[in-house]
């Protein structure tokens, strides 16, 4: 069975590294648990299994945010758009998503 890379890779890294800044700045977006995955996501950080099943679910959860009011304003940036990005944002999403399914891929073939 081929490892499967639980390294976040460096995209995911600058967006971390951009929400935790936005969340400096401007003093809202995210928990202490969002604020700990992004310090893990810009560290690139080696995850687990059940860290990559959190971010795929956190982004499920929260597409929505999307819709909401200055999503995407970095020079005021919704809560929503911050804590989308200290989870590493859409390179965090695709590489979540694409972890889980390799891991659970695995896990099927044992």
């Given at each position: 069975?081929?490892?499967?890379?639980?390294?976040?890779?460096?995209?995911?890294?600058?967006?971390?590294?951009?929400?935790?800044?936005?969340?400096?700045?401007?003093?809202?977006?995210?928990?202490?648990?969002?604020?700990?995955?992004?310090?893990?996501?810009?560290?690139?950080?080696?995850l687990?299994?059940?860290?990559?099943?959190?971010m795929?679910?956190?982004?499920?959860?929260?597409?929505?945010?999307?819709?909401?009011?200055?999503?995407?304003?970095?020079?005021?940036?919704?809560?929503?758009?911050?804590?989308?990005?200290?989870?590493?944002?859409?390179?965090?999403?695709?590489?979540?998503?694409?972890?889980?399914?390799?891991?659970?891929?695995?896990?099927?073939?044992?």
């Amino acid at each position: 069975m081929a490892k499967i890379d639980m390294k976040p890779p460096a995209t995911v890294a600058r967006e971390a590294e951009k929400g935790l800044r936005l969340h400096e700045e401007f003093h809202r977006g995210g928990t202490e648990v969002g604020w700990a995955r992004a310090r893990q996501l810009a560290a690139r950080e080696e995850l687990s299994r059940d860290d990559v099943v959190a971010m795929a679910s956190y982004f499920a959860r929260h597409e929505v945010d999307k819709r909401g009011y200055d999503w995407g304003d970095e020079e005021n940036p919704s809560a929503g758009y911050v804590a989308w990005l200290l989870w590493g944002g859409e390179p965090g999403r695709d590489w979540a998503e694409k972890t889980k399914a390799r891991l659970q891929d695995a896990e099927e073939k044992g």
